[in-house]
């Protein structure tokens, strides 16, 4: 399956020189963990909820308060990104590799903006998919070890 066939369309895009506070009331607004940041129509980069955390105050209990620092201080610059014709497995791969849990999907100049690809996308394939039904096993084999309460080292 390529990514054209996967990716997220509707995509919500931030401005680089955006607060951190309209980014997290857009990404709360729009119930999404990853904006785009874009400079006119050119990716930049991607700003996600991981990087609003670190940049986020606790001021007791239940409140916080952004960092009043903007968009491209924080975002992720030249993030990795794939083309619509790439496969899915490919994506995935490169999501395991880097720990990262989008990939913007460019045009072919690598600027232009088409969809995202997200770890949500890839768990919708499986579930759409019933990847694995009810009258197969599971297809490796696994062992539970159980650490003693009571075994040295054990803290």
């Known amino acids: 399956m390529k990514a054209m066939n996967a990716m997220t369309r509707d995509v919500v895009c931030i401005s680089e020189q955006d607060s951190l506070e309209v980014a997290r009331d857009i990404m709360k607004e729009?119930?999404?963990?990853?904006?785009?940041?874009m400079r006119g129509k050119r990716l930049v980069g991607v700003l996600s909820n991981r990087d609003?955390?670190?940049?986020?105050?606790?001021?007791?209990?239940?409140t916080n308060q952004m960092s009043d620092r903007t968009v491209c201080e924080v975002m992720t610059n030249k993030p990795i990104t794939c083309g619509p014709t790439d496969s899915i497995s490919h994506i995935a791969g490169l999501m395991i590799e880097n720990k990262i849990d989008c990939v913007p999907i460019v045009e072919a100049n690598e600027t232009g903006l088409l969809g995202l690809v997200t770890t949500t996308d890839l768990l919708e394939l499986l579930r759409?998919?019933?990847?694995?039904?009810?009258s197969r096993g599971v297809p490796w084999s696994y062992n539970v070890r159980m650490h003693a309460v009571n075994a040295p080292g054990y803290v």
Request: hydrophobic share 40%; aromatic share 12%.
């Open 30 to 37: 729009w119930e999404i963990r990853h904006l785009p940041v």
């Open 52 to 62: 609003l955390l670190l940049y986020t105050e606790a001021e007791g209990f239940g």
């Open 128 to 134: 759409e998919r019933d990847i694995m039904d009810s």
